[in-house]
């Protein structure tokens, strides 16, 4: 009897799981493995917890609901938590393994916890599998990805394929008795505190794929508001606003091609239009990313960026504070600031915003701004945080300007100031008229008891005419 152990990472779930089907094929038993790797629990290069409180216990959700799935299947998960290869060699040393199954990772960090498990000596079949286009299915090899997305995106449509998704398997061999199946660890046994719910946030997420899918079903199918997604994704409050499927998306609890099988189905059977295409679109998006991040490698990481440009950045920590916690006294990046803070999540329009304030109108270096979002966010997903904020930082080699004047943008998406108003009341009582920028009316409330809000950290002049 041949026994494999399939090394579950960024793919938390059953159904279309590439690795799980391979290994179920070629051998008789196999022993499911999860480690909560050391490494995602250190400190940022710029001193941030690696993985903060939020995504911490999103995490724990993600695995407990996979070992669940795993038990009604009939076989269960093993779990440990440390040193990734150092477990699974002790975990060879109970049980003897021919071959290890699991998923390539692309980036530097993770490809040095899977490099000390190739030393291991014990095969390892990798597949790959966390976007919409397989690797192998692209027009040009990764290393030709286009520089502009629209080309990108025109060759894949064009050219490529979505891949079918792969049959959940409908029984699983039993773990062999012996095995010590390991514990779910608590958000504490990380050194971090758990974080309250916080009624405000736009969606209240738990981990695992049963979620995934079931807000798959409600955003599609269930409420149909995958039919006005283009409308609304510019959206700043509640659930429905935008798919909310990145928090599921990062870590795999759902694969990019079941979400794009199930448009097409909705499609079919209920209606298609810009806002179905959309979707799509937008997984496109993410694709590109994670294409640009297997071309450039560690570059994404590097202050010039892959388009290899200087900027002279500060480093400075009391400005990047202010930002960080919400105190710039721009009600608009302190709302969405204070939202991330609060929830792990914040809407893409937010994240554009907070992050051309940070680099383009404070000039602070973009990665302390990558590596912030990094700790905080749920759905932080490398090629897609890195890839964003280079391209909004100007280091990214986009033809399009990423620029956003944070006063207009407010007035346009939160014309009445709805939205400040849930993350800062202390502006509440402020008319919509004055507050996206109250130190115009207000000045003379700075400080008091009556105004507990900071004046502004900057003012410039090209906000003036939105006044
Ligand atoms: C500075 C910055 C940092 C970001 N960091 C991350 C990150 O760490 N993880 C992450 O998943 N997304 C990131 N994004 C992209 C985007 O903001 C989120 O994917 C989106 O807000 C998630 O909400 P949703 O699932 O409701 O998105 P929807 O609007 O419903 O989009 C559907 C899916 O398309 C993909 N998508 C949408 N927009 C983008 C985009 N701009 N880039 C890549 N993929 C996209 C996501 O997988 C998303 O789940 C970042 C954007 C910016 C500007």
């Not at 669940?68 to 150092?86: F, P, Q, Y």
């Not at 009445?416 to 008229?433: M, N, T």
């Not at 000045?443 to 906000?463: C, I, K, N, Q, R």
Request: hydrophobic share 35%.
């Amino acid at each position: 009897m041949s026994t494999a152990i399939v090394w579950f990472r960024k793919e938390l779930r059953i159904h279309d799981n590439e690795a799980l089907v391979k290994a179920l094929e070629q051998h008789e038993l196999i022993i499911p493995f999860y480690c909560f790797e050391e490494m995602e629990f250190g400190s940022t290069k710029f001193g941030f917890e690696k993985t903060g409180a939020h995504r911490a216990q999103f995490l724990i959700e993600s695995v407990q609901n996979l070992k669940e799935n795993l038990k009604n299947l009939g076989s269960d998960l093993v779990i440990r938590k440390g040193n990734t290869a150092e477990q699974i060699a002790r975990l060879t040393t109970e049980v003897e393994v021919s071959k290890i199954y699991t998923f390539k990772d692309i980036h530097e960090e993770e490809i040095a916890v899977q490099d000390k498990v190739e030393q291991l000596d014990i095969p390892i079949d990798y597949s790959f599998g966390s976007t919409l286009y397989h690797v192998k299915d692209l027009p040009h090899p990764f290393e030709d990805t286009p520089q502009v997305f629209t080309q990108f995106r025109k060759g894949v449509e064009k050219k490529s394929s979505v891949r079918a998704v792969l049959q959940r398997p409908e029984k699983l061999p039993a773990l062999e008795s012996a095995i010590d199946l390991g514990t779910i660890p608590r958000v504490e046994d990380f050194g971090l505190t758990a974080q309250p719910i916080d009624k405000r946030a736009a969606i209240v997420a738990k981990g695992g794929e049963d979620e995934a899918l079931k807000r798959l079903q409600h955003y599609f199918f269930e409420t149909e508001e995958l039919s006005y997604y283009k409308q609304k994704r510019n959206g700043l409050i509640g659930a429905d606003y935008s798919s909310k499927l990145s928090l599921w998306l990062w870590n795999g609890c759902i694969s990019p091609r079941q979400i794009y099988w199930e448009v097409k189905r909705y499609e079919k059977e209920v209606k298609s239009n810009q806002s179905t295409y959309w979707l799509i679109f937008e997984l496109i998006w993410r694709d590109y990313f994670k294409f640009i991040s297997l071309k450039h490698g560690n570059k994404i990481f590097f202050q010039k960026g892959i388009k290899n440009q200087d900027y002279n950045w500060s480093t400075d920590r009391n400005l990047f504070n202010q930002w960080a916690e919400g105190r710039t006294g721009i009600p608009f990046v302190d709302a969405n600031m204070r939202e991330l803070n609060k929830t792990g999540f914040m809407s893409n329009r937010g994240r554009q915003n907070v992050a051309s304030f940070l680099t383009n109108e404070l000039e602070i270096d973009w990665r302390m701004g990558a590596e912030y979002f990094e700790s905080k966010l749920i759905d932080y997903d490398v090629a897609s945080n890195y890839g964003n904020w280079m391209y909004n930082s100007g280091v990214g080699n986009d033809p399009r300007d990423r620029y956003f004047n944070v006063i207009l943008q407010a007035k346009r998406y939160d014309e009445k100031g709805k939205y400040v108003k849930i993350w800062l009341p202390e502006l509440k009582e402020l008319d919509s008229g004055v507050v996206h920028h109250p130190w115009t009316k207000q000045e003379d409330l700075f400080g008091t008891p009556e105004l507990d809000y900071p004046a502004p950290m900057v003012e410039l002049s090209y906000w003036k005419k939105h006044y």
